[in-house]
């Protein structure tokens, strides 16, 4: 795009430098993409649909799950993500709280993000959800339900995308029967043509964004990023919702961009 009539902008990120930079990049984009979908029915179809898939196995305690799930919480609220939204055109957002085969999923259904106000009832909605799911790590089974909300016929969407965290590797135990194996719903998303992200929360397990990277991730725009701990999730997941919701959007790239 040419010639968009972005200025210059800056900020102080709260993360360092990398809030700074992403908020700077999004103000740039912004005028050429338009701001929230205000304007757009809830019928209409989606320029994105983003498919949370949240890690509750036993691995991870009820502190922890809070960390996380308070994490996805502040996400929401974050000025930067508000931007990403906007910017990002129509996005339909759901989650899928997800652990062992044995237990059925958590689900917040798709809900349109056309304001701060949408995003913060969103927020609201996710940080209310009483934890019921545990057991196995669970990887294939998470995902394959977050594949089955993206396939339904009402979901209607330009991209695609399942935003996956966790804190470990698929668990398969002999003789057990439900076990999705990660090959078969990476074939899956393929067909459907949904990117898989992920976030590895690397508590237990340094190199688990490597596993992710190579076993897990799948589509042309995938990535892999990571957190420390759960202390450090909810800087990690602003970071990445920001990251997946503008890889759709055209950059600026005229001569009155700055940069």
């Not at 899928?96 to 927020?123: C, K, N, Y």
Request: net charge neutral; proline share 3%.
């Amino acid at each position: 795009m040419t010639g968009c009539g972005c200025g210059r902008a800056s900020r102080r990120g709260h993360r360092g430098g990398t809030g700074g930079y992403l908020f700077g990049l999004f103000l740039l984009l912004l005028p050429a993409t338009g701001a929230w979908a205000s304007s757009h029915g809830l019928r209409s179809c989606a320029d994105v649909a983003l498919v949370l898939a949240i890690d509750a196995s036993g691995s991870i305690d009820d502190r922890e799950f809070r960390l996380q799930q308070h994490g996805y919480e502040m996400a929401f609220r974050d000025e930067t993500v508000h931007v990403a939204l906007g910017a990002a055109g129509r996005v339909d957002v759901a989650a899928v709280i997800w652990g062992d085969a044995d237990f059925a999923p958590q689900i917040l259904p798709f809900r349109r993000l056309a304001s701060p106000r949408d995003a913060e009832g969103f927020a609201q909605e996710l940080g209310a959800i009483p934890r019921i799911t545990t057991g196995n790590t669970g990887l294939g089974t998470g995902l394959n339900h977050a594949l089955d909300l993206l396939e339904d016929p009402a979901v209607c969407a330009a991209q695609k995308i399942v935003d996956l965290s966790g804190d470990g590797r698929q668990m398969t135990a002999r003789g057990r029967f439900g076990v999705i194996p990660l090959h078969s719903v990476r074939q899956r998303a393929e067909a459907m043509g949904v990117t898989i992200n992920a976030l590895a929360i690397e508590t237990d397990e340094r190199q688990l964004s490597d596993y992710f990277r190579k076993r897990v991730i799948t589509g042309a725009s995938a990535f892999v990023m990571r957190a420390a701990d759960f202390h450090d999730f909810r800087d990690a997941i602003t970071d990445k919702l920001v990251r997946e919701l503008m890889a759709g959007v055209p950059r600026c790239s005229g001569p009155d961009c700055g940069g």
